[in-house]
């Protein structure tokens, strides 16, 4: 499935749900956002998003622990949980997706791999959950968008598991 069918999929499961999408991002630097914005339907259910960059920039705008930083490096579940959740506290959307990693073309700072990626989905009531890919080193752009693609069906998933509840 192509980005722009899971994000015209997760938008419609959003807006069923009357629950507004925010992102956090990092490695992808915006792509989700973009990719969600081109969406049908997206002025009804896409709030907008966060750019990460930096280790600084997370602990700044979306409250991530420096010494989670530290001891985790930017590079985890733990840490893309924290930014899912950043984005949650500073919007008022409903659920969120952050997606954290390294696509390239070097190994990061602190050591993690190009390819190696973690996305968290975080929503209101429901534990947050963060997961790990490894994603093969084909360049900068498809790392970016096979972790926004993980990212948008995790999104949707957690949406579909939420209506069956509700």
């Known amino acids: 499935m192509e980005l722009e069918d899971l994000a015209n999929a997760l938008i419609k499961r959003a807006k069923q749900a009357d629950l507004g999408i925010v992102t956090a991002e990092s490695c992808t630097a915006g792509l989700m956002c973009q990719v969600l914005s081109d969406a049908e339907g997206a002025s009804q259910s896409f709030h907008g998003g966060f750019v990460t960059y930096t280790k600084e920039h997370k602990s700044c705008a979306l409250d991530v622990p420096e010494a989670l930083l530290r001891e985790k490096t930017a590079v985890s579940p733990e840490v893309a949980r924290a930014m899912a ?49 490894h994603y093969p080193d084909t360049g900068r752009e498809s790392i970016r968008q096979r972790a926004v693609a993980d990212a948008l069906k995790a999104m949707t998933e957690a949406l579909g598991s939420v209506s069956a509840a509700a």
Request: charged share 25%.
């Open 85 to 133: 959740e950043g984005a949650l506290r500073h919007s008022k959307a409903g659920i969120s997706a952050a997606i954290t990693g390294v696509a390239g073309p070097e190994p990061d700072d602190d050591g993690n791999p190009v390819g190696r990626v973690c996305i968290a989905v975080a929503r209101h009531g429901i534990a947050t959950r963060g997961f790990e890919r």
